[in-house]
């Protein structure tokens, strides 16, 4: 069993490997082609395969599940068509043996997808903002036209509305705008900093411009008379420490996609969010379709075992492959409905990120069983449905 178990890896493990290097030199030739536009005398074609380079990672873990079902399925259909799947099944192997072993070939592939989406995923994203935001001026992610917007509460009963329009690739803030509401929401300052940093769980705002309305202006403006005494005075200071509940790490956040962030890092952003009575659906979506990512591949790996161990008499290996195309492109399909509908539904975080997966292996075990039981399906179809038996 072990020397078995060693082959189908061994053949499983090259063939999405190949798949996988095929899959990403397509899609990295696309994206190349599409940015082209973009070269110029700043953005050069060597800084366009460096951006290219660093989105790597993140297309291996976008690609990675319908790799390994395709490779999975030209594995196990080129062993099929070799009859050594036939000597497996003469040794006494079962399909659910034969299943069993995919799943301890796959038990690597799971570990190193947690890598892969924990670690190496979220590293490249931020490198790839950076780079987007040295040389193209950019960033992605969750930035509107005025900047990037965060809410808090300010420790004394009020709130704040802090807008950044630009983050430097130092880690460093540009063009700050303070909004300070007291308990009534009513507005008692803006502060408008041209630059900032983070330190010790506050934000240093420099070169800050401070508008501050006096406390009694909505009174005085309601009677419709010309106040006696300004209601706003303008104060300018070179530094202003603020206390925020705003860390590097939550900037970040806010700028990557939340299916990009690690699982600690989303389920920090996710408790900032409520802290500040703010809206995490999307997060926590998020949350639980990273924690099952990893069973993702043995969903893959299940649905890839009916198809390759189908028998066919003369090869079969290209339409087993078109087939595991069409699976895969379904499944990925399914999984965006179901997150769409999910948002727009209100569905429980667990049941868009479970769902899909779980229906889908579900299906593919009940297909791997009627195969197991060809035979006697075959028998209680003639014994129960007349119809079924051969005529006389």
Do not use: C
């Not at 030739?29 to 990672?57: C, H, M, R, W």
């Not at 070169?207 to 009174?219: F, R």
């Amino acid at each position: 069993m072990r020397t078995a178990r060693r082959y189908l890896a061994r053949e499983i493990y090259r063939s999405s490997a190949v798949v996988l290097v095929a899959l990403l030199g397509l899609f990295t030739f696309f994206a190349l082609i599409e940015e082209l536009d973009s070269v110029g005398s700043k953005f050069t074609l060597l800084n366009l395969f460096y951006i290219q380079a660093l989105a790597l990672p993140t297309r291996l873990y976008d690609l990675l599940p319908i790799g390994l079902l395709i490779g999975a399925i030209l594995a196990l259909a080129g062993l099929a068509q070799r009859n050594e799947l036939v000597i497996l099944r003469v040794s006494g192997v079962s399909g659910i043996k034969l299943l069993t072993m995919l799943w301890l070939v796959t038990a690597p592939l799971v570990a190193g997808a947690f890598l892969l989406s924990e670690v190496i995923t979220p590293a490249a994203e931020m490198k790839t903002s950076e780079a987007n935001m040295t040389l193209l001026g950019r960033s992605d992610g969750s930035r509107l036209s005025s900047g990037y917007w965060f809410k808090e509460a300010d420790g004394r009963g009020g709130t704040r509305v802090i807008n950044i329009l630009q983050l430097r690739s130092s880690g460093e803030v540009a063009d700050v705008t303070l909004y300070e509401f007291n308990h009534g929401q009513e507005l008692q300052s803006m502060s408008q900093a041209k630059s900032g940093r983070f330190a010790a769980g506050s934000l240093v705002l420099s070169d800050l411009t401070e508008t501050v309305i006096d406390a009694n202006a909505v009174s005085a403006l309601a009677d419709a008379r010309t106040p006696t005494a300004p209601v706003t005075r303008l104060e300018t200071h070179a530094t202003r420490t603020l206390r925020t509940s705003l860390t590097p790490e939550r900037l970040i956040a806010r700028i990557l996609t939340p299916e990009r962030m690690s699982i600690l890092d989303l389920a920090d952003y996710i408790d900032y969010l409520r802290d500040n009575q703010l809206q995490t659906d999307r997060q926590v979506v998020a949350l639980w379709r990273k924690m099952a990512y990893p069973f993702t591949l043995l969903v893959m790996i299940t649905i890839a075992a009916p198809i390759g161990f189908m028998q066919t008499r003369r090869g079969g290996v290209g339409s087993k492959v078109f087939v595991g195309i069409l699976l895969g492109v379904g499944f990925f399909m399914l999984n965006q409905l179901a997150l769409n509908l999910g948002m727009l539904s209100k569905w429980a975080p667990w049941v868009t990120a479970l769902v899909p997966n779980l229906g889908a292996l579900g299906i593919a075990l009940a297909a791997l069983i009627l195969m197991e039981n060809q035979h006697n399906v075959r028998r209680f179809n003639r014994a129960h449905w007349p119809w079924s038996k051969p005529a006389a």
